[in-house]
C-alpha cells in the first residue's frame, strides 16, 4: 500500500472519530476491512455526516454523496473504510 | 449540515444540496426517518438540476427535540417556515409516505409557496381516506410499549449504538410528547380538502405496495396529477434510485398542464400499457 493511500487512511479516521466521539472510537476496529454500518454501527445520518466531512475535506471530485447514492442496499451496508480510502484516492489522482 | 432556527425557535437540522440548483425543492422523509433517506438515495441525481433541500423532521435525526405540534398543519407549517428562513418563497415538495402527507397538508394550506409536489407512496386505505396513519401510529405505538414494559429491551438493545439511539427516539416520541394523542386526533383528508391544491402533484408508488391500491381514488380527487409506477413495494425509490430520480426531474421540468387521467379502476391505471 502506497503513503498516499495510508495519509488517506488517517485522514478518514480522524473523521470518523471526530463524527462517532472520541469517547466510543476506542471500541472499534478502524482498520480498511471494517465496514462503516456493521462494525462501526453508523446510522445513515452519520453516513451523511460522513459523506459531508469527506467532501468538506477533499472537494467536489469527492463527491461521496453521488458515489453513495449510486450503490445498492447492499453495497452500503458492505462499505468499508478501505473501499472510502480508494475512493478519495481515485477522486485525487 | 447546519441547525436552521424557525420563527417559532425550534431548530432543524438541514442539508443542503446544490446551492445554485434552478429552483428549490424541499424533500420531506417518512415517519421515523431521517434526512439519510434521500441523502443515501435520489436526493444526489436530483441535486444535479435542483436546488435540493434536506431536514429532519422534529425529534427525530438532528433536529431538536419538541414536546407538542405533531398534527399535520404544524408539520406543514414548519415545512414553510423553513423555507422563510432560508429565503425562499416558492418551492417544490417531496414527501415519502407520512411526509407525503405533510406535502400534501403544505399544498393545501399554502397553495402559493407550492410549486410542485411529489409524493412518494401516500399512505392510506380503502374508502377511509388517510386513516391508515391512525393505524400506523398505534401498533408502532403498541409495539414499542411492549418493549419500554419487559426486560426484553436490555437484551434487544444491548451493546447497539445505533439501535439505542433510535430506541431513544422512540421512547421520547411516543412517551414524552402529544405525537399519539395529535396524530389520532387528526381528521381525515376530505375531497374539498384536496380540491384546495393548486400544485401539479406526481403520484408515485410501488406497483406491489399496499398503499398502490389507493391510487385511484387519491388521484381523482387532486385536481392536476400525473403518475408514476415503478416495480417494487413501499421502497421502490431506494431499488430503482437513478430511474425514480430520472421521472421525478422530467415531472419537475415538464411544464405540461395535467389533469385527472380519469381511469375508472385500479388494475385499470396500474396497467402497464396505460403508462
Known amino acids: ?93 | 449540515m447546519q441547525i436552521v432556527k424557525l420563527k417559532n425557535g425550534l431548530g432543524l437540522n438541514v442539508q443542503v444540496l446544490n446551492p445554485e440548483g434552478r429552483e428549490a425543492i424541499i424533500m420531506i422523509h417518512g415517519m421515523f426517518g431521517n434526512l439519510a433517506q434521500y441523502y443515501l438515495t435520489i436526493a444526489p441525481f436530483i441535486a444535479k438540476e435542483y436546488k435540493v433541500i434536506l431536514f429532519d423532521l422534529k425529534s427525530q435525526g438532528r433536529s431538536d427535540r419538541m414536546e407538542t405540534g405533531y398534527d399535520l398543519k404544524t408539520f406543514a407549517e414548519e415545512v414553510v417556515g423553513l423555507a422563510d428562513s432560508l429565503g425562499l418563497e416558492k418551492v417544490h415538495l417531496l414527501g415519502y409516505s407520512f411526509g407525503c402527507l405533510i406535502a400534501l397538508k403544505c399544498a393545501m394550506e399554502f397553495p402559493e409557496r407550492i410549486g410542485k409536489v411529489v409524493t412518494i407512496e401516500v399512505p392510506d386505505k380503502s374508502r377511509e381516506p388517510l386513516m391508515a396513519r391512525g393505524s400506523y401510529t398505534y401498533d408502532h405505538f403498541n409495539y414499542f410499549v411492549h418493549y419500554l414494559n419487559t426486560d426484553v429491551r436490555e437484551n434487544f438493545f444491548r451493546s447497539k449504538r445505533q439501535m439505542q439511539n433510535t430506541f431513544n427516539m422512540y421512547e421520547y416520541v411516543f412517551n414524552h410528547t402529544t405525537f399519539a394523542e395529535d396524530m389520532n386526533n387528526e381528521k381525515e383528508f376530505q375531497q374539498a380538502d384536496f380540491a384546495k391544491i393548486k400544485s401539479p402533484v406526481l403520484l408515485a408508488f410501488g406497483r406491489e405496495s399496499i398503499c398502490c391500491k389507493e391510487l385511484v381514488r387519491i388521484m381523482n380527487w387532486i385536481p392536476f396529477t400525473d403518475i408514476y409506477l415503478e416495480e417494487g413495494s413501499h421502497d421502490f425509490f431506494v431499488e430503482k434510485v437513478e430511474q425514480s430520480s430520472k421521472r421525478i426531474i422530467e415531472f419537475l421540468n415538464s411544464s405540461a398542464s395535467f389533469s385527472n387521467p380519469s381511469f375508472e379502476s385500479t388494475d385499470q391505471a396500474i396497467a402497464p400499457s396505460t403508462l
Open chain 1, 1 to 93: 500500500m502506497s503513503t498516499v493511500v495510508n495519509d488517506t487512511h488517517e485522514v478518514v479516521k480522524e473523521l470518523l472519530t471526530a463524527i462517532i466521539g472520541e469517547d466510543f472510537i476506542g471500541e472499534y476496529d478502524l482498520g480498511l476491512e471494517s465496514t462503516l454500518t456493521g462494525d462501526l454501527e453508523m446510522e445513515s445520518i452519520e453516513i451523511v455526516e460522513f459523506a459531508e466531512k469527506v467532501k468538506a475535506k477533499y472537494g467536489n471530485n469527492a463527491n461521496m454523496s453521488e458515489w453513495v447514492a449510486k450503490l445498492s442496499l447492499d453495497q452500503l451496508i458492505a462499505l468499508s473504510i478501505g473501499d472510502v480510502v480508494e475512493f478519495i484516492d481515485n477522486a485525487n489522482s
